[in-house]
């Protein structure tokens, strides 16, 4: 009898039961991402569940890395389980799409998504970023640029003026940094990314920021990849120059699998004094309160361009270069209620929820109602390196190419092989992944 | 002739059948279904997800004819590298040292030995994840437990983790596996009655020549099991993943790891089927052998 009505209490409670909705992304509430994790918390989910009554919402806070985010997304979404709307990095979508493992919002949710009132405030450039084939995916949470971080105090001591302090020359770059190291022969005057256990975060703010101030890129005009190239020789001869030649970074951190922390902590605690990052290494890693923090930041870190090989020899004719991504947010295909999700999410990038968001971390937002922030830092980098900016390929062999990348570049600074070895290597292993009419050899 | 049942065979099948439901499906199909994967080009991202092709045995012939011969990051240097760490870790490290230790431990006082025994089981049931973290602290470089020791001990520092890779995890799992060697030689002595040893005493035998003449024939049969045995294990063990990540530039990629590589970083299903298709028939081979002695020895200790 008791049983009974146990099971019939389910039966009827189920249709009726409080819907659930989840947001993941890679943000830890005193952790990474810090101020994404309480912005969720504090202000997208009570505002949501009292707009929408019965509806509960919950944040699963990923800890791990970018890599292992990857893997978790990738297995997610294919085994039908996941968050319905989860924080993606915009580069991997052409590979999942491939994969059919998202959809456009159009197809997912119906032709309301184009009603949304936000997209004639989103530049055509900036949902690009959550596109592929023309298919909108997502919706971005930001771009990014990427520069070298100085810590100015430091230069200071070796005697170099951090005010004007801008190379115009990877030679000039070289320079500093050796000036600096004979003035204090312990640190690690200069970090450029490189290795496997970084994942795309040494493709990213290392290998693209060396190769595009070769006047190369990854890809040539017809989007096939250059696997035999002096830029990559360059380039790999730069990273031979500063981890084995005269040791000017830390070579364990491009090696270490908890190496990317690593250098946060070098430059936080004055033993790096340049590291190549992206605007996110100022707006949340360094920011005030969390874990690498640089005091008395206002005074000590300032920035440069990073500059092209030579004068004038980067891509584009460029004489400085910089690179950027995007992430932002999906619905996830699995979701129980697409509507609802989309609801969630358009609810979440709302200019409300934006101007919210800016008060946990200011950031430019690529809603155009939303204030830039007076953070003298972001508008000047973004006024400084958005015009000179590119991306990388939307192509889905992308990132099995940035893998490879990383090995190359981890072969070189590990002292393993020589640039002449690991660029043959490369050759090889991209050869095999996208076929040899895909690729083509500069040399 | 009738041979006596409890039941019919047709009440039988039906007690069979839900757990002949369950092997089905979890084990025979998912056998299968890993090999028919390793004839395709099959991944989980990228267009081969949705629309893999059949390769017939190119994830195999690549496997074994790499344009990049057998540096790090080939199927062809992890095969190599796992059988020098099953030599070096399994061989060498557990069932020597076990040998080592499980002699040695018949002529202490017995809190000695209770107090040993101890110490090496503990090493050998801990969760793989603590122990992990533990050996990661432990050889850490700037503020590891074995550069504070050596520090204080004024000899140089190392970077074990970066410049000794291979043999930081050879010294882990011989660490970790040794107890199981030790337990089963411990016994293996203890069933060896103790008037041979008595007797070699009185004639006055060096604990060597007991050793070499005594108890390492009489249990020449536990060692054969146990080698085997270690053998398999160390052969598949994944946990030197939690130290070294397979790093530093794949030098400790070992095949457990090169499988999760390829089939979970890269995502490439056929290629990790095939490697796992072959780590099976090695296996395989492993097991077979081990029936085959096993079977051997069998009549020989009904004999003695």
Redesign the interface.
Known sequence: MKWKSVLLALAVATPAAAQDLTISCRCVSDGVNSALADWIKESVIPDFEAANEGVTVSLSEFAGGD?QLT?QL??DF?TGAGADIAGFDGF?IP??V????LKPLEELVGPQVNDWEGWEHISDGSRALMSYDGGTFGIALGTDVRMIFVRADLLEEAGIDPASFQPNSWEELLDAARQIKEAMPDSHPLQLNA???MGEATTMQGYWMAILGTGESIVDEEGRYIVESQGILDVLNLYKTIYVDEELGDA?AQ???DGRNRTFANFRDGTTAMLVEGDWFYRSVTAPGSEFEVADRDEVMTWAKMPAMEPGAGWNGQDYVTISGGTGWVVNPNTDDPELAWELLSFMNSKEQIDEFQTFQPRISIRDDVEVPNEPFLTETSGALLPLTTARPND??Y??VS?EIQ?MT??VV?G?MSPEEAMA?YK??VT?IVGEENTVSLM | MKRFSLLSARAGATFMSPAGLLVGAFVIVPFFWVIFVSFTNRSLLGPTALNPDFVWFQNYIELFTSGRGVEPGTFGFSLILTVQFVLFSALIGQALLGLLLAWLLQQVPKSVKGFTETMVIGAWILPEVVIGFAWFAFLDYDNGTLNGILDALGLPRGDWLLDYPFWVIVVFNTWRGTAFSMMLFNSAFASIPPSYFQAADVAGASSWQKFRDIGLPLIRGHVVTDLILITMWTFNVFTPFLLTRGGPGGQTEVLSIYTYRVAFRDFDFGKGAAVGVVVMLINLAFALFYLWVARKRTPRKEAT
């Open positions: 890599e893997q990738a297995l294919s991997l590979n999942f491939e994969a059919g493992l290795g496997v256990p364990r090696q270490l699998g889905s062999n990132n099995a893998a090995r981890e072969a590990s393993q290597r090889e292993a095999e």
